[in-house]
């Protein structure tokens, strides 16, 4: 069955440290890979996506995914958070037939 | 461009009444999708549409109906509301497996 796992449902981290959050996927074939961010109240805004080609891919307001076949995972990472980050993420896949599945979200706090 | 607009913002019915929701996208993209969020549930695809005339079911696409009226508009319809249906439903477009733009969300509360 398809599938988005995103283990982590709150993360906290000091501002100005780094972040990962983690997402993996089940499907036969590499899907289509996006990550989103809800602000509070807010609809979904795009952060970064993965169709093909390089596996390092960099996003808006200073994100960066790596897509890696071997673990189906797709984790996003931040060199340093800011207060303005705190959000849900969610990261989602898409499949062949144009169905995408989001994932349950990661609630991200920032300590001052 | 306003994007995605959904209507009504919040609504509020009783156990039985029925509603639509109305979407419309003005970025002439192809598909376009209904989902609902609810706490800790993340986002759930209710039905979706890949191209005009066509609509397929979601993950949780039981208690509503869709109708792909055409390019720009797609709606969402539960024919009796129940309580278990109270959540928030965005609406989204895209391109093929492009980018989604998500509208600002429907509060829905069923009593």
């Known amino acids: 069955a398809q599938s988005v796992t995103q283990p982590d449902i709150h993360i906290t981290v000091s501002e100005g440290a780094s972040l990962e959050l983690r997402c993996n996927y089940s499907?036969?074939?590499?899907?289509?890979l996006f990550w989103y961010v809800q602000s509070p109240g807010q609809g979904l805004q795009l952060l970064l996506k993965y169709f093909s080609g390089d596996t390092l891919v960099q996003g808006i307001k200073g994100f960066e995914a790596e897509f890696k076949r071997s673990q189906s995972s797709f984790n996003l990472r931040k060199p340093s958070v800011h207060w303005s980050d705190a959000a849900e993420y969610f990261c989602?896949?898409?499949?062949?037939?144009?169905?995408?599945?989001f994932g349950k979200g990661t609630r991200l706090h920032i300590l001052p | 461009n306003a994007g995605v607009t959904q209507t009504p913002k919040f609504q509020v019915l009783k156990t039985g009444q029925s509603m639509t929701l109305q979407c419309a996208q003005d970025m002439n993209h192809n598909s376009m999708y209904w989902y609902r969020q609810d706490p800790g549930m993340g986002l759930r695809l209710i039905y979706y549409s890949a191209s005009e005339g066509t609509t397929d079911k979601g993950e949780v696409p039981n208690g509503y109906n869709v109708s792909r009226l055409n390019k720009r508009e797609f709606s969402l319809r539960l024919e009796s509301a129940a309580p278990s249906q109270t959540s928030v439903y965005f609406c989204a477009s895209s391109d093929v497996l492009e980018t989604q733009y998500f509208g600002p969300g429907t509060r829905l509360l069923v009593l």
């Open positions: 989602a896949v898409g499949y062949r037939d144009d169905k995408i599945i």
């Open positions: 499907y036969g074939a590499t899907p289509y």
